[in-house]
């Protein structure tokens, strides 16, 4: 589902009439009192065999206070400019508005793409109003009905293309992850280039200095920052060559995400959003750096929000920002080392680099880091020495027995990489206990140099090959039966 479309328009127009229908259920409420969509709401929309994001807005109001109605805008203008789509309704039994006209005008400047729907179109009284739709010149409207599922057919042709332009772009951002290997432990992983530069998300908590960071890397004042936390509202992805001392570069997109906090905190509708829209960016990042704040490092959401980029599979770096102004650097360190082993053992041996946003003092430890992370991620193992290791972890610790069956591994292998996959061949292998995995796991970051990195092992059962299995009783019962007739 790469498409996401939002259904903007004034109130009670019938957009969360047409949101319901495209998602299949009552998800959004719907009365003939306008303003009753106040919040954004996500659905996965169908429409033939088109599957994309759709997303309910509050109605279009001329309001730019701090007012609810201002409030309430102020979100849907943060909706028009995340999706790819922007499907404006007019009801087209009262004709054209003002307030219509004014965001057709909003739409033209803002939105990527915009289709202009004239809702409530059934029958000869929505003729008129059609009609009139053309004046916002923002093409030839689609007739529809949300109530009574008209004009779905013209919607699909025109969210056909669109859709498919959209899937091509998330295929190009997208990053190859599990890049499956052949036995000799070959695959095409792709090299860093203009074309194809490493994709990096800048991922923490609100008011941790990420777009400051960000600025300082790029070298001028891209981004928006200030002492409030939450002014970045979007994952915006900005371009660059980050400049080594050699005086080579390394072609980067870095991601500047909103920050996230405790889901309990997440009160407001438009914060939900921006926290949705960083954990997409972690999925476009082959990258993920973690900035912590040295004045309140490693709370429950930094560890949420490692833990995540873990589980995607991407590479992890931890950087601890504000260290300009920190006192006991020495203990500090030391301190945050220890809480990093103690509270993220699934990242072990992940880089640690403390830096300044402001002063830019650690920028090229950072650099360093993202690159060596790339790099294990990418790490590869020739099966030889895989099966030599294993022999030798198993000499040191063999596995349990369970039920007094001692579980035999056989073989080892790298079935991938983009993060680091490994396949062993085993009996028993849904009997055996996390904690030998773990032993495994560990002792391949430590031998092969893959630390911080995730790791996916794979336990897989093995039938005995033997083709004469089975058959030596066959033919001793034939024996048996051709003596006891010659007798």
Known sequence: ??????????????????????????????????GVTRDLREGEGRLGDLRFTVIDTAGLEDATDDSLQGRMRRLTERAVDMADVCLFMIDARSGLTPTDEMFAEILRKRAKHVILAANKAEGSAADAGVLEAYNLGLGEPVRLSGEHGEGMTDLYAQLMPLADAAAETAQDDTPETDIELDEDGEGDAPLISDAKPLQVAVVGRPNAGKSTLINKIIGEDRLLTGPEA?????????????????????????????????????????????????????????????????????????????????????????????WDVEDNKQEKLRDLKESFERLLPQLRGAPLITVSAKTGRGLERLRAAILRAHDVWNRRVPTAALNRWLTAMLEQHPPPAPQGRRIKLRYMTQAKTRPPGFVVMCSHPDKMPE??????????????????????????????????????KKNAGALAKHLKGRA
Do not use: C, H
């Open 435 to 472: 904690s030998y995995s773990r032993y495994l796991v560990n002792g391949l970051r430590e031998d092969f140099d893959m630390p911080g990195t995730p790791i996916r092992l794979t336990l897989r059962g093995q039938g005995d090959k033997n083709p004469y299995k089975g058959r030596r």
């Open 1 to 34: 589902m790469s498409l996401t479309l939002a259904i903007v328009g004034r109130p009670n127009v019938g957009k969360s009439t047409l949101f319901n229908r495209l998602v299949g259920k009552r998800l959004a409420l719907v009365d003939d009192q306008p």
């Open 230 to 322: 939450g002014i970045t509202r979007d994952a915006i992805s900005l371009r660059v060559d980050w400049a080594d001392p050699d005086g080579g570069s390394t072609p980067m997109r870095i991601f500047d995400t909103a920050g996230m906090r405790k889901k309990a905190k997440v009160q407001e509708k438009l914060e939900k959003l921006s926290v949705s829209d960083g954990l997409r960016a972690v999925k476009f990042a082959e990258v993920v750096v973690v900035l912590l704040d040295a004045a309140i490092p490693f709370e429950q959401q930094d560890l949420r929000i490692a833990d995540l980029a873990e589980r995607e599979g991407r590479a992890v770096v931890v950087a601890v920002n504000k």
